[in-house]
């Protein structure tokens, strides 16, 4: 079965920090992997998909890599702002013909001004 | 604009009574699923469907059922023989296995 972990549950860095959030899931097997934002109260919003056969996708300050080898992938967010502050949830998708998407517990972020 | 409408935004549930959410999305997706959120339990998966009027458990269906009568809608019913319905509920949708999920705003349910 698959696990995905996100380590730690919290995180709270100054404004301007770069940093790297990280997501391993245990079933290398994997079709794709996403990552998502969800403020409080609110739905989830689809940051970057990975697809197994890529390295790494990019959208603004985001970054998102994959390692299918040794199940890991990060998510760096370059100049945080207060504004980026958030859970953030990766989730994958394993392979197989009714396969569904899996989600790590997520990680709160707390950008201080 | 595309998108997954969910409602209510707030539902408001008594002992023993059926209360059912609404998921309704125009992308043209055919997959469509729903889950349940806990304070520090992740999303879970409670029914989902890859087509109309098919539909499979996910990992918590038990006092929970769905409906897929129309591409675009994807009813969640929770009825009373769900013992602890007070969640936060989130429907999503996928073109393809490929592509990536795109969720809805939520409904949270608590019961009074």
């Known amino acids: 079965k698959q696990e995905v972990t996100q380590i730690p549950a919290a995180l709270s860095v100054p404004e301007g920090e770069n940093l790297v959030l990280n997501c391993s899931f245990t079933d290398s097997a994997i079709y794709n992997l996403q990552w998502f934002r969800q403020d409080p109260g609110k739905g989830l919003t689809s940051l970057l998909l990975?697809?197994?056969?890529?390295r790494e996708q990019t959208s603004g300050r985001l970054n998102a890599s994959l390692d299918k080898s040794s199940g890991r992938s990060t998510l760096y967010i370059a100049a945080s702002q207060p504004g980026d502050s958030a859970t953030y949830l990766c989730a994958v998708l394993i392979t197989g013909a009714n396969s569904k998407l899996t989600f790590g517990k997520g990680i709160t972020l707390s950008v201080r001004p | 604009d595309g998108g997954i409408t969910q409602s209510p935004k707030y539902l408001f549930r008594k002992e023993g009574q059926n209360v059912t959410l609404s998921c309704e999305q125009n992308?043209?997706?055919?997959?469509m699923y729903w889950y349940r959120q806990d304070p520090g339990q992740g999303l879970r998966l409670i029914y989902y469907?890859?087509?109309?009027?098919?539909?499979q458990k996910g990992d918590i269906a038990e006092g929970y059922s769905v409906s897929r009568e129309k591409k675009e809608s994807f009813p969640l019913t929770v009825t009373s023989a769900q013992k602890n319905p007070t969640a936060f509920y989130l429907c999503?949708?996928?073109?393809?296995?490929?592509?990536?999920?795109?969720f809805g705003s939520g409904t949270r349910l608590t019961v009074v």
């Open positions: 992308l043209n997706h055919d997959a």
């Open positions: 469907s890859q087509i109309v009027n098919d539909f």
């Open positions: 990975i697809q197994s056969s890529q």
């Open positions: 999503a949708s996928s073109p393809d296995r490929g592509y990536g999920y795109t």
